[in-house]
């Protein structure tokens, strides 16, 4: 089931770019990059500022002054660090992650005023929706090394203590938010706006569900997963207690600028001339 909606992901990307190559003149080519936000089982729970970073490029075609097509293609980071948390239980859990990530993803923007990059309609609020695919690859540091913790099975995975399989490492996202740009000429929109990204996943941090019985996950996944599984130090056994949120996946959020350039087709800069 997940990977044919990747499949339909793409599919839809694909055809997006075709539908934004056919109408040229009414395409953007642009840039963003800001800050990155991680909300899940690890670290400070809530809003928080920005702590990592994250840039891309971008594809926006324009259907008419209020809607616009948009295919994205961004490189960030995330992570989180329980020792920044307020909640007193994950200080004591003592979790940390951090994973690159990489999306692609096709969203709608709908501007609230009419835009068009003429001087009365050069610039205004929008809001956006979507879907996307996204990769990542959570890791955390162990014994002044990073060590990647998807294959170690953490929480049991791939062995006898749990009936789940290693969990994949890419996974859709439903991005939305809200922006506005102004455009100072005909050519050129500059912008700023926050962006979530809702993820169908709950590993991204690599914490979702339970311990398992810590000596048994030493001799099955290696003494490095039950190192990583249980980093409290108080030697007490938790098999069977919860270690993150089963119940709710994990979000990012990106919050930055972005840049535009207008693309003309040859007739229409022959027209103009």
């Not at 040229?24 to 729970?45: K, L, M, W």
């Not at 929706?129 to 890791?139: A, I, R």
């Not at 599984?229 to 994990?250: I, V």
């Amino acid at each position: 089931m997940v990977m044919a909606l990747k499949l339909r992901i793409i599919t839809l990307v694909i055809i997006s770019l075709t539908i934004a190559s056919a109408n040229a003149q009414r395409v953007e080519i642009g840039a963003t990059g800001g800050g990155t936000n991680f909300i899940g089982d690890v670290g400070n729970n809530g809003f928080h500022m920005p702590n990592s970073w994250y840039a891309g490029g971008f594809f926006r075609t324009n259907f008419n002054p209020y809607w616009s097509m948009r295919v994205s293609f961004n490189r960030g980071h995330v992570w989180a660090d329980d020792a920044e948390s307020s909640w007193d239980w994950r200080k004591h859990r003592n979790l940390r992650f951090e994973s690159e990530i990489t999306e692609i993803s096709l969203w709608f923007e709908f501007n609230f005023f009419e835009f068009d990059g003429r001087k009365k309609n050069a610039h205004s609020f929008y809001i956006f929706g979507g879907v996307g695919l996204f990769f990542f690859d959570p890791m955390t540091e162990y014994e002044g090394e990073m060590v990647r913790l998807q294959p170690l099975g953490t929480e049991g995975q791939n062995s006898s203590l749990s009936n789940q399989p290693a969990y994949p490492l890419s996974d859709y996202i439903l991005p939305f938010g809200l922006g506005y740009k102004y455009a100072p000429n005909m050519r050129f929109t500059i912008g700023i706006e926050v962006g979530f990204r809702r993820t169908g996943t709950d590993f991204l941090d690599d914490v979702s569900g339970y311990y398992v019985d810590n000596e048994l996950l030493a001799q099955e996944n290696g003494p490095v997963a039950a190192a990583l599984a249980d980093r409290t130090g108080d030697g007490r056994t938790k098999n069977g207690q919860l270690r993150g949120n089963p119940n709710r996946d994990d979000w990012y959020i990106f919050s930055g600028i972005t840049l535009s350039f207008k693309l003309y087709s040859a007739r229409e800069k022959c027209a103009k001339f």
